[in-house]
């Protein structure tokens, strides 16, 4: 999560990552999520995806985007400090860019 007094005008707040995922649209993903301390849980409305970050477990869900832009997520467990707050930005991006 970036710091509040690092983020500029036009930035969301509790949204902006200093370093977004960045994926393919028009192309069938498979991501892969574990956690190494405590419970989290990888939301993105956008994608309809929620999936559970436990330690010692690998989950898995599926994303296919469509369309380009900047699509944002939060960990949407209450697991420590902030930890309800983490935020998730995802870039879409062409094929050809992401390669």
Do not use: W
């Not at 498979?30 to 409305?45: G, I």
């Amino acid at each position: 999560m970036m710091d509040s007094e690092d983020i500029v005008m036009g930035e969301k707040r509790l949204l902006e990552t200093d370093i977004p995922l960045i994926l393919p649209i028009k192309t069938h993903i498979r991501v892969l999520v574990t956690a190494d301390d405590v419970l989290h849980c990888f939301a993105v409305p956008h994608f309809g995806l929620k999936v559970d970050a436990v330690p010692g477990r690998l989950n898995e869900g599926h994303i296919f985007i469509k369309d380009l832009g900047v699509y944002y997520g939060q960990c949407s467990e209450i697991c420590g400090v902030n930890h309800g707050f983490m935020p998730i930005q995802v870039i879409a991006v062409e094929p050809s860019t992401f390669k």
